[in-house]
Antibody
Framework: EVQLVESGGGLVQPGGSLRLSCAAS????????MSWVRQAPGKGLEWVSV????????YYADSVKGRFTISRDNSKNTLYLQMNSLRAEDTAVYYC????????????????WGQGTLVTVSS | DIQMTQSPSSLSASVGDRVTITCRAS??????LAWFQQKPGKAPKSLIY???SLQSGVPSRFSGSGSGTDFTLTISSLQLEDFAAYYC?????????FGGGTKVEIK
């Protein structure tokens, strides 16, 4: 059974940093691209970033480019999102999501989602 | 960026009703379209990929159709557990973009 468990969320001041983790199990982690998707309170879904299965390719939404960094450790079956220079508008539940294939140049659909972790940016 | 426009933004329906949600892309995306269901306080669940293919375990009352710019999600006979928000997403081009969502409520 595929399981994705996010952690690392919490309250942080504007300008601060936070690192989210997503522990994966139930599938061969290195064979699949992974994304982060966020949802501000009461709002819709917003894609944040994607990383290929090997970890050598990434893409970002313009809203986080230069501030967030996606990475993965395939030996630990874990996905990360390093968030720097956080703003109030980054407040959201952050979901990790598994894609159906390993590559990101040719995108595949998301098939599984984690339960999410809440990030609140406020003074 | 490709804009995804869903309609309606909300609808009221009864158990047993046939429900159709539409999603329009601002430019052609072939069939790189997915649909997700989200219940309050829960993570999204993947329903459909490639515009019309059901994810494993999704009931057959859900179906998707379309190609290019116009897509639909149909629930043939609405069940109690289907009352939720539904989102379309294009994965043809980065950034991946979602529609604004359709909330299906009980009439």
């Amino acid at each position: 059974e595929v399981q994705l468990v996010e952690s690392g969320g919490g309250l942080v001041q504007p300008g601060g940093s936070l690192r989210l983790s997503c522990a994966a199990s139930g599938f061969t982690f290195r064979n699949y691209a992974m994304s982060w998707v966020r949802q501000a309170p009461g709002k819709g879904l917003e894609w944040v970033s994607v990383i290929s299965g090997s970890g050598d390719s990434t893409y970002y939404a313009d809203s986080v480019k230069g501030r967030f960094t996606i990475s993965r450790d395939n030996s630990k079956n874990t996905l990360y999102l390093q968030m720097n220079s956080l703003r109030a508008e980054d407040t959201a539940v952050y979901y990790c999501a598994k894609h159906e294939g390993p590559f990101i140049v040719v995108v595949t659909a998301i098939d599984y989602w984690g339960q999410g972790t809440l990030v609140t940016v406020s003074s | 960026d490709i804009q995804m426009t869903q309609s309606p933004s909300s609808l009221s329906a009864s158990v047993g009703d046939r429900v159709t949600i539409t999603c329009r892309a601002s430019q052609g995306i072939s069939n790189y379209l997915a649909w997700f269901q989200q219940k309050p306080g829960k993570a999204p669940k993947s329903l459909i990929y490639a515009a019309s293919s059901l994810q494993s375990g999704v009931p057959s009352r859900f179906s998707g159709s379309g190609s290019g710019t116009d897509f639909t999600l149909t629930i043939s006979s609405l069940q109690l557990e289907d009352f939720a928000a539904y989102y379309c997403q294009q994965y043809n081009t980065y950034p991946l973009t979602f529609g604004g969502g359709t909330k299906v409520e009980i009439k």
